[in-house]
C-alpha cells in the first residue's frame, strides 16, 4: 500500500457511536460511547419539570433596573432570571400577539402583523411591568442556589432546523461551507416556510431533499401551535409545552452515520425511541435493541466500571500521569501530574511535553463526561519551548473539536495554565465513585472495588518494568490470594508474568482485610508506592 493509499485510509475512519440507556424508577441514565469509551454520561430525573427547551408562560415578579433585567416566577422555588437582551428582537410582537390569544381572538400566525425590532439598548422597564405574564423558554435549567435562566425568544430545535416564531430571518449554520448549497438551502425555505416563522437551517440539513425539511419544519410549527393552545386555557403561569426527553434530543443531535447501536433495557421507552427514529431517518430503525440480559445493562457494556473510573477527584490516565479535579463556586481547576512517567531517552522538557499531551485529550474527554461548565483553569506540567507550548495548545483544541457545548480555549499563560469557558446549560454530572470501607463500615473511604485488580497491576507494572524490581513479592488477603493464583498454569499471576517477563511471589496474609495489599523486596522490606 502505497504513502498516499494509506494517508486515504487514515483520513476515512470514523469513530463508532453507542448509545446505551439505563432507565429505573426515578431516572433514565443516558451514556454515550466512542470506540467503547465512555465520553457523556447524562442523568435524566423522570419528574424533571425544568429542562432546557420547556416553554412556560411566566408572570412577572420584580424588574431589576441596575441589571436591566427581572425576576419570574414560572413555578420553581427560585424565580427564573430573564434578562433584557434574552427578550429578542420581537418582544412587542410576541407580547401583543398574547395578549389577543389570552383575550380570547383567533388570530393565525401568519396574518399577524409584527412590530418593528426592540432597540438594543432600551429598558427592561418599558417592556415589561410586574404582574405580566410572558411566553418564556428555559435556557439554563436551576443549578446550586440559582433559579432557572430564561428567555422570551422562544425557538424550537428539530432534526434539521430551528423554528423562530415572529421572525422571518432564515439564517444558515456557518459549518455549511458551499456557497451554492447555502443558497439552495435559503431558496428552499423561503417556499415552503409560513410567514411570521424565522428559521436556521443546521448543519445536517446539508443535502437533503425538500420532503425531509418539510415534514421537520411541519412537526415543529404544530408544537408552537399547540403553545398556542394550552396559552388560551391559562389564567396564571405554568407550563404549556415540554421540550422532548433527553434521550431524544441526543438522538436527534448525535445520529449520524457512525451510529451503531441504541441498547436500552425498558420496552416503553424502547418503543418510544424505535418510534422516534422511524421519524426522523427510518433507514437506522433496526439499531435500537431491547437488552434483555439478566446483568445490569451498564455492567454488560462495560459502563458500570468506567463511570468508577473516570469519576472522582483523581483521574488516572495511564503510566502513571494523573488528573486532580477540584470544583469550586466560581470555577473549576485541573492539575496534570505525571506520577513515576519518565522516559530517560527523553529530556525532561519532551517528557512534559508527552504528559500534557496525555493529559489534554482526557481533559477534553472529562469536560464532556462531567458536563462541566463556566470557567475551567487547567495547570500543564510547565513547557519552556514556544514551540511545544503551541503544540499542547493546537492538541487540545482538536481534542475538543466533538465537543456540543460552546466553548473558548485560551493560549497556554507562562506558568503553564490554561483557560476554558465552557457552555453550562444543566448542573454537571456527579458520581459518588467512593464506596464504604469493609473493614470500618463507611468510616473511612477506599478506592472502588471494581478497579481494585487494575490497581494492582499497575503498581506491578511501574515496580517490575519501569523499577527493574526483580524478586517481588505480593502480599494480600486469602481471598484475593486465591483469585490471583487458581487454575495454575492458566492463572491471573501466570498471565501477568508472561505479560511483563518476570517472576513474582503472591503471598496470603490472613491478618489483611479484603482489599488490603502490599509488596515487598528481595529483602522483605516493604515498597512505599
Known amino acids: 500500500m502505497s504513502e498516499e493509499q494509506q494517508q486515504e485510509v487514515v483520513e476515512v475512519k470514523t469513530v463508532t457511536r453507542d448509545l446505551v440507556i439505563n432507565s429505573h424508577a426515578s431516572e433514565v441514565d443516558i451514556a454515550l460511547l466512542e470506540d467503547n469509551t465512555l465520553v457523556e454520561l447524562h442523568r435524566e430525573k423522570t419528574n424533571n419539570q425544568f429542562a432546557v427547551g420547556d416553554v412556560y408562560l411566566g408572570r412577572v415578579k420584580k424588574l431589576l433596573p441596575g441589571l436591566n433585567a427581572a425576576f419570574v416566577d414560572v413555578g420553581y422555588p427560585k424565580e427564573a432570571f430573564l434578562h433584557y437582551l434574552d427578550l429578542g428582537l420581537q418582544a412587542h410582537s410576541m407580547l401583543k400577539y398574547k395578549k389577543k390569544i389570552l383575550g380570547g381572538e383567533d388570530l393565525p400566525m401568519d396574518k399577524f402583523k409584527l412590530d418593528p425590532d426592540l432597540p438594543k439598548n432600551g429598558k427592561i422597564a418599558d417592556i415589561l411591568n410586574v404582574g405580566d405574564l410572558i411566553p418564556v423558554q428555559i435556557a439554563k435549567e436551576p443549578i446550586h442556589t440559582k433559579g432557572p435562566r430564561i428567555t422570551a425568544e422562544v425557538s424550537f430545535a428539530g432534526r434539521y432546523l430551528v423554528l423562530v416564531p415572529f421572525s422571518n430571518r432564515i439564517s444558515v449554520s456557518q459549518k455549511i461551507r458551499s456557497s451554492e448549497e447555502r443558497n439552495r438551502l435559503r431558496r428552499l425555505i423561503q417556499s415552503i416556510k409560513p410567514n411570521n416563522y424565522g428559521v436556521i437551517i443546521r448543519t445536517v440539513a446539508e443535502g437533503k431533499k425538500v420532503a425531509e425539511l418539510d415534514a421537520d419544519l411541519r412537526s415543529l410549527i404544530a408544537k408552537w401551535e399547540q403553545c398556542i393552545i394550552e396559552m388560551k386555557k391559562m389564567t396564571t403561569y405554568g407550563r404549556m409545552v415540554s421540550e422532548m426527553d433527553q434521550t431524544s434530543v441526543m438522538l436527534r443531535d448525535l445520529l449520524n452515520e457512525s451510529f451503531n447501536n441504541i441498547h436500552v433495557n425498558d ?193 506491578l507494572k511501574y515496580l517490575l518494568v519501569d523499577q527493574n524490581e526483580n524478586h517481588l513479592t505480593l502480599q494480600v488477603h486469602p481471598f484475593i490470594y486465591s483469585y490471583l493464583c487458581i487454575d495454575g498454569l492458566f492463572s491471573i499471576r501466570r498471565k501477568w508474568m508472561k505479560k511483563y517477563g518476570k517472576k513474582f511471589k503472591v503471598q496470603a496474609m490472613p491478618e489483611f482485610h479484603m482489599l488490603q495489599y502490599n509488596f515487598l523486596n528481595a529483602n522483605g522490606d516493604d515498597i512505599k508506592l
Open 267 to 459: 420496552e416503553k421507552l424502547y418503543e418510544e425511541i424505535q418510534n422516534y427514529i422511524r421519524t426522523i431517518a427510518p433507514q437506522k430503525a433496526e439499531i435500537v435493541q431491547l437488552y434483555k440480559g439478566k446483568e445490569p445493562i451498564f455492567d454488560y457494556y462495560n459502563v458500570a466500571k468506567q463511570i468508577k473510573g473516570f469519576f472522582g477527584k483523581i483521574v488516572t490516565i495511564k503510566n502513571g500521569v494523573y488528573l486532580v479535579i477540584e470544583h469550586t463556586e466560581a470555577m473549576h481547576v485541573i492539575d496534570v501530574n505525571s506520577g513515576h512517567r519518565v522516559n530517560k531517552e527523553n529530556s525532561p522538557e519532551l517528557n512534559a511535553l508527552q504528559v500534557n499531551l496525555d493529559a489534554a485529550k482526557e481533559i477534553a474527554r472529562q469536560l464532556r463526561l462531567r458536563d462541566m461548565g463556566g470557567i475551567i483553569i487547567v495547570d500543564f506540567i510547565d513547557l519552556h519551548e514556544a514551540k511545544h507550548r503551541q503544540e499542547l495548545y493546537e492538541a487540545l483544541v482538536e481534542a475538543m473539536a466533538n465537543d456540543r457545548a460552546k466553548h473558548t480555549i485560551l493560549p497556554p499563560t507562562k506558568f503553564g495554565l490554561i483557560q476554558i469557558t465552557r457552555q453550562r446549560v444543566r448542573p454537571e454530572t456527579e458520581v459518588q465513585v467512593q464506596e464504604k470501607c469493609p473493614v470500618c463500615d463507611g468510616e473511612g473511604k477506599i478506592r472502588p472495588a471494581i478497579l481494585y485488580i487494575d490497581e494492582i497491576e499497575d503498581h
